[in-house]
């Protein structure tokens, strides 16, 4: 099969938790950006990325990557590429763009150029000037940096974060990517005790259930290039089969609670539909109430932020609460995600470590408590 150029796309901040997760995968000559890491791959490769890679926005292909400094350029770098041996007749084309610090900075003008040099590929070897575009999906991007443009097609389609297992969310849900990413960062192993009493619709105690009984976060869920039909059926077959058949049967010790009943029976049943229930003790109970005898533990969480004053005062509250938990359990790690400036003079300890990370647009702060 062709070999090709991959791009994992993340969230910004936690671009080395994505290349560590494709090195354990076996990859190498990973290339790490502002929001993305390139690495070298063949189609079973973008597969198997989209199945089982959990903190990658998307997993995208990148078909060329040239100087155009003007529209002749960015249309004969865009012809020159062989579009006609992988889109098929009636393919669908969805082009979007974006144009940062370049010369070429008129998006739809871009857009424009790139689909029509595509169909000027495609002429070479259909032989029509007329292209039904009814059939398989192909989203493509033309993205321009300093004059460097770059051709990508998805192969994702919903973003990654999309597990298929979230069928309700609380008030603000974390992106599952992300959850998975912070867990990471954590260093958690499912020898320790994790605990989240702030659970909300259970994406960390989810989360880390997938990982610690190895299920893969995209093996229940599907993607736009399975419908494209140079890739076989048989390749995402043989893929999904393989990452079933590496599921653990390991129970790991995972804690989950929330103060409101609604939400709460939401995490329920979004692990339930996520196949780990086995794996998570849910309990309906205020923060102020958790305890446990069991020692080094982790416990993350996302607490709530608070926009109205009240609710400041409330949110700080928990953080006072955080503090004081943190005092009683024994050799137990904290890892606290929240946007608030001031969190550690209401936790009332500084962190051992803090790390800038954002959720979307908003910038937050992973604060590390060490057991
Ligand atoms: C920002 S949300 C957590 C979102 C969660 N990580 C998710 O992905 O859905 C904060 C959660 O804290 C819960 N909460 C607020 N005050 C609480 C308290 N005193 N005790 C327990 N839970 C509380 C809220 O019900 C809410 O679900």
Known sequence: ???LRLVATSAFGIESVVAKELRDLGYDNLETENGKVTFPGDFTDAVRCNIHVRTAERILWEVAKFEAKDFEELFQGTRAVHWEDFLPQNAKMHVTGKSIRSTLYSVPDCQSIVKKAIVEAMKRKYRKNWFEEDGPLFRIEISLLKDTASLTIDTSGAGLHKRGYRTAGGEAPLRETLAAAIIKLSRWKADSVFADPLCGSGTFPIEAALIARNIAPGMNRGFIAEEWPFIPKKVWKTAREKARAEISDSI???????????????ARDNAAN?????????????????STRKKNGFLIVNPPYG????????????YRELGNLYEKLEGWSFFIFTPHEHFQEHFGRKANKNRKLYNGKIKCYLYHYIG
Not at 252 to 266: L, M
Not at 307 to 317: C, F, L, N, T, V
Request: charged share 30%; proline share 4%.
């Open 252 to 266: 790991p010790a995972i804690f989950a609670s929330d103060i409101d009943t609604k939400v709460f029976n939401k």
């Open 307 to 318: 926009e109205r004053i009240g609710d400041i005062q409330e949110a700080e509250k928990i």
């Open 274 to 290: 996520a196949g780990v229930s086995d794996c998570i003790v849910f309990q309906k109970k205020p923060l102020a109430e958790f």
């Open 1 to 3: 099969m062709a070999y």
